[in-house]
């Protein structure tokens, strides 16, 4: 017997999951938060109570370490035979994981660039597992890799065609959640994956995808994970002017304003409050409220913008942590989208239920990107037997 681990790392945290190497049975999973201050460890077993407790985590390489010492009683003994690891972006070339080296993730340290919030944070996690496991399979799963393939159409901007070449393209992200939701609906819901869905990812980052057939054709995300949707510090769609005006009027650097976009904008920017949406629905602030309208007008726009990208929707899907838990914020996307044919039932919405409509299907559904992760370990190791 032995044992599958995963681990998606943010700027200050790592949620970590535990898997059976053979039967993929999550048998272990939590997560560490605020790394580099008041480090809390959660750990949630199956059939038992979560246990939660404060740890000594300066870095990620801390909180790995920390991770290791959590599950050992579980391992029983057992060997880590395979780590699987999210990192957010593949760039142009990788559309499946990949087995990591020195040479694979030198590559992707290139990307950092790219995705700053995430990307440094992604890789100093595969290093500490490495440390950790020097002679245990290391795979990168990304989350780009869903992407790839858009028609041209959605995949480009409206620049010079040198820039595409060079890599500037709408690469989309959130994509192990998304390879999940369509998993998912090809397993109970076979007749809407056959046809044209919308998924909404809607968390502290968020985003769209459209698809077709189980397969990616757009999605609200591009060259980075600033744009599309307004986030929980990132502010999505803007005129790209303002950048201009920044610079030009402003005189802040590139340094100040990639803190504004990343990290001073979206719902915390806009309420002046906090980017929890479940804080901003309960204030009585007139500025939290605007931000919640904000939000949700902008999700109810691009519901609509990747409908017409496919000549019609079939059906929503709601995932991701308010996706899952926001029911006021599924009732107004859903009000706003009547026209496309959608009618709330507000009961299933308020009471948890898996389908949230009438008329055309919305549905909430749980994404699992671990899972997703585990399973491409589990395809990497079998490849290696078998070679």
Known sequence: MSA?????????????????????????????EKIGGKT???????GQPKLERRIPAANHQEAVTAILAAIAPYLDGREVVGMGHRVVHGGPDHAAPLVLDEAAIAALTRLEPLAPLHQPHNLSAVRAARRAFPETLQVACFDTAFHRGHPWVNDTYGLPRRFYDMGVRRYGFHGLSYAFIAGKLAEDWPALHAGRVVVAHLGNGASLCAMEGGRS?????????LSGLCMGTRPGQMDPGVLLWMLDDQGMSSVEITRVLYKESGL?????????????LASDVPEAAQAVDYFTDRVAQEVAAMAATMGGIDALVFTGGIG????????RVLDQLAFLGFALDASANASGGTRISSGLPALVLPTNEELVIARA???ALRGRARA
């Open 217 to 225: 054709i757009a999605s609200t995300m591009g060259f980075s994970a």
């Open 40 to 46: 809390e460890l959660d750990l949630e077993i199956p």
């Open 324 to 331: 899952e838990n926001a029911a006021p914020i599924r009732a």
């Open 268 to 280: 915390k920017g806009l309420s002046g409050l906090t980017n929890d949406m479940r804080a901003l």
């Open 377 to 379: 370990v589990r395809d």
């Open 4 to 32: 599958i681990l995963t681990l998606n790392a943010g700027s200050s945290s790592i949620k970590f999951g535990l898997f059976d190497a053979d039967t993929l049975e999550e048998e272990a999973g939590g997560q560490v």
